[in-house]
């Protein structure tokens, strides 16, 4: 320590207690502090008496971590802590409270829940007259013309019967209304959005898609996957300003449910623009990151079709754009819904018995797109719900790795995945090293609705085989696909545990429940695994990135056995972002 800095100390502890004994002592220490440099090692905030849960298996607990610089510099008991606190270092006394690492929501379409918020809500849901009444209130709202955008629908809550454009007619004279199912894989357009779009009895289906008609062959107002690009294109861009607050508005409702980082696979879906996930890029997170508005990090995953855009960018500039933007990888579909009857399957929907679902994108052009993606260095996830889909995927992984070589790749099979399972499949999983991204609270639609179209065997037998794929020592990762369910981490981990749909009062398929631990660790730690990030997120260790939700359970067996758990608060690089 430089002497003439002690000296001007020992001055002022003179002048301090012999010339000035009004001197405020408080003062007089923060000024002494002032004058001797801090230690390197000296944290900013100790988080101390909680019952912190690290996600790490050789040191599961804690009660104490000290935050240095929005890292966790040391985590173990607050005693072996003392040396990190010095003038300037905050304490945060949990008292007794549980704390996890930040939720990672290892699938959702940020921009599009943040849109969605503001629009046509219809989730939940369970009646016709309740769908008509928020469409005509809608209108009440909007000048003469313009569209009317909402959805969530999800027709399996008012006995499965499939709304039609005569429904909401009536009540939209004049505004071309679009309505998505709560899948993404179909939508309802009024009649004057059909005639605004040409589609009359006489439009094709175009591939991978299909158009719903009556019984006389006129459209119903319906379309599947591809065929949702015949309206798609018709409806105006949302703006610049818009699509900013979307992400603003969604990133913030992520906080409140513990929600510190997403990966986000953009407003691409089977029949929308590639150029999406692009614009919001550049339009929306590099504009964010740049004015320093990021509240959650983001993953980010793009179109496979674009795959040599985002090589070039990597190559450029590096996975890792900043400590909040990440660039995940390429995506592409394999099929489309359950829910829509357009899950591929290797035999027929039940209540559909000529039906086998679609294949949305052809099969060597997604093969090609694969082996050009990989062989660039790029992680790959394909969309792929129903059981053939699963296997043509799985198949062509495997051919995909004989040809280019072995790598720590972690294909994703992503979305509701690896959702509907043929005997002997999720074993392969483990085999070929695939991370199956899951969402547990799909379940709870798809629990009535599978063994509706599918039939009691099928859907006991391969639906939501989450122990079995955990048991294959494939990698889990858990997620919500918001909006098509809201991104809630803890009641997906309940899901995951209990497996109980509404009305129920058995669990589906007990045999593949989770424990509370499993599924905290796909939730967290094997959820970033998934995406190449262990070394910065989902685990409370020396050196990661110091994010974490305090829980309201004052004791781990409370939050073990009790379904009342909430967010307390959420810490995003050790500053509280919620609330």
Known sequence: MNLSIVN??????????????????????????????????????????????????????????????????????????????????????????????????????????GLQMARVQLEGVNRKDEVVRRVKEAVLNVKRGSWILGGGWNNDLWGGELPMASWIDEVTPDNPVWLTRMDGHMGLANSVALKLAGVTNLTKDPNGGKIMQTADGEPTGLLIDAAMELILSWIPEASVDERREAMLRASSFALTRGVTTVVDVGRYFPGS???HSWQDFSDVYQWADSSGKMKIRVCLFFPMETWSRLHGVIHRAGRALSNWIYLGGVKAFADGSLGSNSALFHEPYFDD?????????????????????????????????????NDLILDMYESVALKNGKRDRRFRVMIEHA???????????????IVASVQPDHLLDDADAAIRKLGVDRAQKGSYLFRSLLSSNALLALGSD?????????????????????GWDTAWIPSERLSLNDALIAHTISAARACFLENEIGSLSTGKLADFVILSSDSWDEFATGGSTSVNATYVGGIQAYP
Do not use: C
């Not at 003179?14 to 000024?31: A, D, E, G, I, Q």
């Not at 930040?102 to 379409?109: A, E, K, L, R, T």
């Not at 997604?366 to 992680?379: E, K």
């Open 482 to 502: 918001w909006p098509v369910t809201s991104t809630y981490p803890l009641h997906a981990i309940r899901t995951a545990m209990n497996r109980i749909p509404p």
């Open 273 to 275: 623009s590639v150029e």
């Open 419 to 433: 959702q509907h399972l043929a005997p002997g499949t999720a074993d392969r999983f483990g085999q070929q090293g």
């Open 8 to 113: 001007l100390a020992s001055i002022a502890v003179f002048l301090s207690v012999f010339l000035f004994p009004s001197f405020n002592s408080t003062y007089w220490l923060k000024w002494r502090a002032s004058l001797i440099p801090s230690t390197k090692f000296g944290a900013d905030l100790i988080v101390k008496n909680g019952v912190i849960f690290t996600s790490d298996p050789s040191f599961p607990f804690a009660n104490s971590m000290a935050i240095r610089d929005g890292r966790i510099l040391r985590i173990g008991n607050y005693s072996s802590l003392q040396d990190l606190s010095g003038y300037g270092t905050k304490e945060l006394n949990l008292e007794g409270k549980v704390v996890v690492p930040g939720f990672i929501d290892s699938h959702v379409h940020l921009i599009s829940a």
């Open 353 to 389: 018995p000529h039906n086998y679902g679609l294949q949305v994108l052809e099969f060597e052009s997604l093969f090609n797109m694969t082996i050009a993606s990989d062989m660039s260095g790029l992680q790959v996830a394909i969309h792929a719900i129903g059981d053939k889909a």
